[in-house]
């Protein structure tokens, strides 16, 4: 790791002016202790992190973010290996990493979709109050969320801006507790589908397209899968 002066101007996600501390990171660490240790030491930009399972090369390549934050604005540069072997070092700075909500060049149909992620350089900022905030998440998380429960997390996108969220329109349209198999939409959250035991594949497909439908007829609105499908299927996969 290795401090830097953001500067003033430099439009750094971190925030102009602040400290910053870099960091180059396998893609293989497990993201949720990522979030906590690096706001233990006092840096922000991945307090979200916490909650979140999978490791960090997952969560560049989805974009993960919760409470406002997300990956991208932590992401420098990534080292990728390419489809031919070579190692590439892809750099925010040269616009080669071009990223969405929950969207980035490594998904299917982007730039670099064939390529795997090894490593990344994160820029963090020095902020004493960045494990208040990530503990602060955490308990939001745990109160809101069927944490402890199987799931695959959050089902579907968010709308966008100004609309409600997926799992509001879903709890409006009073599918809480709805069940197909051993899959229900977890009382807690509707945005979660939780494997109560013995569920299959075709369960929670079969309750994703229920959930789906019957917004569709309430709402009038598309609700879109957050979660990919594997093998992939290019029209259940757009983003
Ligand atoms: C309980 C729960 C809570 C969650 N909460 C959130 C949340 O709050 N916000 C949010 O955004 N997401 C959330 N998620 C989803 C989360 O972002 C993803 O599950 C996780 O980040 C994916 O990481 P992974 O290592 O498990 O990747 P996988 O699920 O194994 O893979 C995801 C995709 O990335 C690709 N991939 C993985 N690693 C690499 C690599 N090194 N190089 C190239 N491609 C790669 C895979 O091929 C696949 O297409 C949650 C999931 C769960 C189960």
Known sequence: ADDADAGAGEGSACGSGRRLARFRVGAGAAFNSLGVRLSSEGLSGLEFACGIPGTLGGAIVMNAGAHGQETAAVVESVEVVMPDGQMRTLSADKGELVWGYRKSVFQR???????????????????????????????????????????????????GEGAPSAGALIDRAGLKGTRVGGVVVSTKHANFLVNEGGASASDLRSLIEKVKATVRDEYGHELREEVLYIPADDADNQV
Do not use: W
């Open 109 to 159: 149909g982007g730039r670099f979709e064939d390529a795997a992620v090894a490593a990344a350089t994160l820029r963090l900022a020095h902020d004493a109050g960045a494990r208040e905030m990530q503990l602060a998440y955490a308990a939001q998380r745990k109160a809101s969320q069927p944490v402890t429960a199987r799931s695959c997390g959050c089902i579907f996108r968010n709308p």
